[in-house]
């Protein structure tokens, strides 16, 4: 009988997902973002590597973790003067270098990616879509800030012109790289399709010809990002991607001081990251300003706050919910190869909550499918640990753990508890069991569409 309502359940969801996945605009963004895949994969395990074994304070070396630097230098503190300490830093600059040609880079790879898919799937007649995508980047870098605050010597604040602000070439920038990118491509599409072109001899040779054709659609399209940065910058002294991020933070500071404070940080986060926005750029200066607080108040022991962003990472970042519990369940219940691959890879670094691997590799960005066990990912493990603390089960979190810890190890330095570590095994189980029937419905779908 259960298993019958099951499958009925698995056919509804199956048609429901199947017209919201056959959407061109959720199609192209779902390309751009596998594309965009294997840099982020690279970069996941660079931030494994460079974390986890080579943090001269992280889990291997530090005192929150197995006290090797103790162990080699007799105290934590002549460990981090060490020349040893300071070759593992070096290493760690090396391995950020990945870091800086693949995630920091995050929103160009997107505008690149979905001006090119995009092109294709709403103006297939465009022979060459990788015009647009030239046309997009240049969009994209007009609306950039290109001036960097930083402090001089003494320490007063310097704001230097001339160079792009990089957090918003990275995470930051993608939800601006969308609009720029969607926005390009359908004003330059449009005046190719009216002919608003400049016509070229038939003598002239074919690649000129086509430069020639995107001079027009071109410079209009930029105009408009001209005309926008220069409202923006001019009247109100933002640039787009800073407006953009001030328009969707503004609306969380004022629920800041509310009761549902939790409710909105818990539930928007995830959908901000399931549309490639990081969840952080958003949240992280208003927790900045209560969570963050929160936090060393309870490291301090003059306070005894429930809702705090240490016990956040205990009960989502660091329980396995969003980076182990999809990965073991696409094992266990996933018929597809290539998904499975793809779970396999995405181990190693899940196992240390480095989750760009399977979020991006997968992806669940963007996947109307993974949707809601990705929502719920964050809500259940976040308010079951709130339940249990309510109820004295959990101590109040008062550990500062490296984000790097794996899954239940973290869940009992966290808690100083066994019931810390029990509650992250119990949260896996849930999760992945909660992944199961939508991985089926995923499966199906796929071998419809192949």
């Keep these: 009988m259960a298993s019958e309502k099951l499958n009925k359940f698995q056919m509804k969801l199956t048609k429901i997902m199947g017209k919201i996945a056959g959407n061109k605009l959720l199609l192209s963004l779902r390309d751009t973002f596998i594309m965009a895949a294997a840099p982020l994969m690279i970069a996941g395990f660079a931030i494994m590597i460079s974390s986890v074994f080579l943090d001269p304070t992280g889990i291997i070396f530090g005192n929150s973790g197995l006290h090797l630097g103790s162990l080699i230098s007799g105290s934590e503190k002549a460990f981090l003067v060490s020349d040893f300490a300071e070759g593992l830093r070096t290493l760690q600059g090396y391995f950020n270098l990945f870091i800086n040609g693949t995630m920091a880079i995050n929103a160009i790879l997107v505008v690149a990616g979905f001006a090119f898919f995009g092109s ?3 103006f297939p007649k465009n022979k060459e879509p990788i015009v647009v995508t030239f046309y997009a980047l240049a969009a994209f870098f007009i609306t950039l800030p290109w001036t960097v605050t930083t402090l001089d010597t003494k320490g007063n604040e310097v704001t230097i012109n001339g160079i792009v602000n990089s957090n918003f070439i990275g995470q930051q920038g993608i939800f601006t790289g969308l609009i720029v990118s969607g926005i390009t491509i359908y004003v330059f599409n449009k005046l190719i399709q009216k002919n608003v072109t400049f016509k070229m001899p038939d003598t002239v040779p074919p690649a000129v010809a086509k430069s020639f054709e995107s001079l027009v659609p071109g410079v209009v399209t ?7 940065a220069g409202v923006l910058n001019g009247v109100f002294d933002t640039s787009l991607p800073e407006a953009l991020l001030w328009l969707l933070q503004k609306p969380a500071l004022a ?3 509310t009761p549902l ?6 539930v928007s986060t995830p959908i901000l990251q399931w549309f490639g926005i990081h969840g952080t750029s958003v949240w992280g200066p208003i927790f900045g300003l209560t969570w963050n607080i929160n936090d060393n108040e309870n490291i301090m ?3 005894q706050h429930l809702y705090s962003t240490l016990f956040m990472n205990f009960t989502v970042v660091s329980s396995g919910a969003l980076t182990l519990a999809p990965i073991i369940a696409i094992i266990i219940f996933s018929k597809r190869a290539d998904n499975k691959k793809i779970a396999k890879l995405a181990i190693a670094p899940g196992i240390f909550n480095v989750s760009e691997p399977v979020t991006y590799g997968l992806p669940i960005v963007l996947n109307p499918i993974l949707f ?5 990912s964050w809500v259940i493990p976040f308010f079951l640990g709130q339940l249990l603390t309510e109820i004295g089960l959990i101590p109040i979190i008062t550990n500062n753990v490296p984000w790097t810890v ?3 190890l973290s869940g009992l330095l966290y808690s100083g508890s066994i019931m810390g570590a029990l509650y992250q095994a119990f949260v896996i189980v849930i ?15 796929a071998n419809k569409l192949d």
Excluded at 222 to 228: D, K, P, S, T
Excluded at 261 to 266: E, G, K, L, P
Excluded at 372 to 376: D, G, V
Excluded at 431 to 440: A, G, H, T
């Design 255 to 257: 629920v800041a001081a």
């Design 120 to 122: 294709r799937r709403f």
């Design 301 to 303: 022991g003059t306070a």
């Design 406 to 408: 794996p899954p239940i």
């Design 372 to 376: 809601i066990p990705y929502l719920l």
């Design 431 to 445: 999760v992945v069991i909660l992944y199961m029937p939508f991985v089926r419905v995923a499966n199906n779908l």
């Design 222 to 228: 930029l105009a408009i990002f001209v005309i926008v």
């Design 261 to 266: 404070f939790a409710v909105v940080a818990i």
